[in-house]
């Protein structure tokens, strides 16, 4: 894929997964809270729930995109850049609330987009000097990604006990009512 064509991809990429994790975070909400959708939709307010935004709208754009790349390294760059970006998330909001003493909406909003961001730019980074090409780190990053989804749906009904997993404006842990 040429360089422009990739920038081009990975923007969108980016718009796409910035517009459905918003969609996301008011879903469980709308249907109802629908245990169903608990699963990939933010159930509260805890960090380890909005790492959800950006997690599961990645991972559906890399099921669809898989059929259409034919970079030899996509699903090893994919699953590492998902990774990184899901991990800035918390990584962020506890740097800028423990700077600040508070959380705020919009810093909130920005950790969100700037995580999606760093996620494509590793990505793209990735795809365009064609590393990680083997079959196995193409299985290591498909693994990871499923791993990942497996987590995200397991710690949503039953989540340890800790402090990621905590809705601070409950203090509860995992789904309400549950």
Request: no cysteine; glycine share 8%; hydrophobic share 55%.
């Amino acid at each position: 894929m040429g360089r422009r064509r990739l920038i081009w991809t990975e923007f969108i990429g980016f718009l796409w997964t910035a517009a459905a994790g918003t969609v996301l975070h008011y879903l469980w909400d709308w249907t109802g809270k629908n245990r169903i959708v608990a699963a990939f939709s933010p159930v509260n307010e805890s960090v380890w729930e909005h790492m959800k935004l950006l997690f599961f709208p990645l991972l559906v754009l890399t099921m669809v995109q898989v059929w259409f790349r034919d970079e030899r390294n996509f699903l090893a760059s994919r699953g590492l850049s998902i990774f990184l970006g899901t991990v800035l998330i918390p990584v962020l909001y506890y740097t800028y609330t423990g700077v600040v003493g508070q959380h705020y909406l919009w810093a909130d909003i920005a950790v969100f987009l700037v995580s999606t961001a760093a996620a494509f730019l590793l990505d793209g980074h990735l795809l365009s000097v064609g590393r990680y090409t083997s079959g196995w780190q193409q299985v290591a990053g498909l693994t990871a990604l499923w791993l990942l989804a497996f987590l995200f749906v397991l710690w949503t009904y039953r989540p340890p006990a800790l402090e990621l997993f905590r809705d601070p404006s409950t203090g509860l842990i995992g789904l309400p009512g549950a």
